[in-house]
């Protein structure tokens, strides 16, 4: 792997269900560098699971949480990043990712997006009322803030997620922010 993607942070937007822990796994096996998972971080400092956080803490408990990760994976040396879907609602957490290195969007459809959440188990906000309903209103508040905030924006939906880490790898080599691979 060559120096600049040593260095280079980059973080996976989008949301749930979007595919970003596995994109994110790919990508960081494709660059060669740490791929870290900010849920899974929150989880294993908090010593529970998002369920318990989100039942005994809140939803703002769980976005205070998920600031403080993300204050630390912003000093990490380079690694790809998959954050939670709600990361974007906050401006301190968007200001910390532009600065720290670049954004990718995962965007996908709320048809897909029910499809890849089957029942919505593990995820809070998807317990109460009617799940599509619930994912169509989450789209209509945050894509603004994903397509805002994205230096990348990348059509997720395909469902290979290998091609869409590769995607994004393309793209990440046109910008010059990683050396140019042309084919495996
Ligand atoms: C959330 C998405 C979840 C998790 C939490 C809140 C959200 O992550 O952070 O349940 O607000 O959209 P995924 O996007 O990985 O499911």
Not at 3 to 26: N, Q
Not at 129 to 141: F, I, N, P, S, V
Request: hydrophobic share 40%.
């Amino acid at each position: 792997m060559s120096d600049d993607a040593e260095g280079l942070r980059i973080f996976l937007v989008g949301p749930m269900g979007s595919g970003k822990s596995t994109v994110g796994r790919h990508l960081s096996d494709i660059l060669g560098c740490p791929f870290i998972d900010s849920d899974a971080e929150i989880e294993s400092r908090a010593g529970a699971d998002i369920p318990w956080i989100f039942d005994v803490e809140g939803e703002e408990g769980f976005r205070r949480r998920e600031t403080t990760v993300l204050k630390d994976l912003v000093e990490h040396p380079g690694a790809v990043v998959a954050t939670g879907g709600g990361v974007i609602l906050a401006a301190e957490n968007r200001e910390m990712m532009t600065r720290a290195g670049v954004v990718v969007f995962l965007n996908v459809s709320v048809a897909q997006q029910l499809k890849r959440t089957g029942s919505g188990e593990g995820r809070p906000l998807l317990q109460q009322g009617d799940r599509e309903e619930t994912l169509k209103q989450l789209m209509a508040e945050r894509e603004p803030l994903y397509r805002a905030l994205a230096d990348v924006i990348i059509s997720a939906g395909g469902g290979n997620a290998r091609k869409v880490a590769r995607q994004i790898e393309a793209v990440l080599g046109e910008r010059g922010l990683i050396p140019r691979h042309d084919g495996e």
